[in-house]
């Protein structure tokens, strides 16, 4: 999963993100750079790209890359199913090179921000423009299919991992 650390602050320091500077962050609506430290959502981008964040001011979609809190940290993954639950919008995250779906659904005020850039070669990609929204919404449709898939798969795969025997064990037809 990529994490992030970045600040909000024009030295472009590096620290993990606290709940006062997220909070002044969201309050202000500046954009934010940050820099990813994992690799789940290459190709796209990786450790150490430099993504802009904007403070999410309205109710993220399917294809969004959003930036949520999670275990005290700021993960940044695509949103790739949104659904209501006890009159609650909640949201599918996964990273793009990732397998399956992230461990539990995020809250929509776990979300701090989303995606609208990434730095590459001294340029920025504007994510906002119609190209990219039809890319990350092809995406997400296509990385739903797969995180499906990996949840079927996990009890089929840990069925056929019980039945093996280690080699020792093995019976032979020999006698």
Not at 46 to 63: E, F, Y
Not at 127 to 148: D, K, N, Q
Request: with cysteine.
């Amino acid at each position: 999963m990529p994490s992030v650390t970045g600040s909000n602050d024009s030295s472009g320091g590096s620290r993990k993100p606290s709940g006062p500077v997220l909070e002044e962050w969201k309050r202000t609506g500046r954009d934010s750079e940050l820099t990813i430290a994992g690799g789940s959502m290459r190709p796209l981008f990786g450790k150490g790209s430099r993504v802009i964040v904007r403070p999410v001011t309205d109710c993220p979609v399917r294809g969004d890359i959003v930036a949520y809190m999670r275990h005290g940290g700021l993960t940044v993954h695509r949103i790739v199913r949104v659904f209501e639950q006890r009159g609650a919008r909640r949201f599918i995250a996964k990273g793009d090179a990732a397998f399956g779906f992230d461990p539990e659904p995020v809250d929509g005020g776990m979300i701090v921000g989303r995606v609208v850039g990434i730095e590459r070669k001294g340029s920025v990609i504007d994510l906002e423009t119609p190209r990219w929204r039809l890319y990350g919404r092809f995406v997400a449709r296509c990385s739903y299919i797969i995180g499906s898939a990996a949840r079927i798969m996990r009890p089929v795969t840990a069925l056929s991992k019980k039945r093996r025997r280690p080699a020792g064990n093995r019976r032979s037809n020999a006698r």
